[in-house]
């Protein structure tokens, strides 16, 4: 069994957004085991709930989403690059003093340092980057 971890540098209008997610539904339906999956860069807007319907954004993030709930994933997302883009959580939503403290982090994501990316580089037996 080889262990694989995503790199998804792609924003949400990006080939790369989408490929990334059939990516790791093939490793879903493989013998390979999926590590992590690491959001970085404007790959991070695929972490907003805020995303509206009918957007490849929103389209790409709910793909997401149902992937991570089903296979229980981490879908890390860089705090850095999150908060850079205007993305929280409810921890980041109060330290910043905003009126909705909710974050506009999607459900299934969490927000985490660079640590766990090198974790992932480390641990993998495999990185894929979609960029």
Known sequence: MIKVSLLVTAGPQRP???TALHTAQAVARSSHQ????FFY???VHLANRLARRGDL???AQRGWQTLVAEHGWPASVCVGAALKRGISDS???RRAGLNDVSGTLADGFTLVGLGDWVD?????DRVVHFG
């Open 16 to 18: 790369g957004a989408l």
């Open 34 to 37: 999926l590590y992590r999956i």
């Open 41 to 43: 860069g404007d790959g």
């Open 57 to 59: 954004a929103c389209d």
């Open 91 to 93: 921890e980041e939503a």
């Open 120 to 124: 992932a580089l480390t641990q993998s």
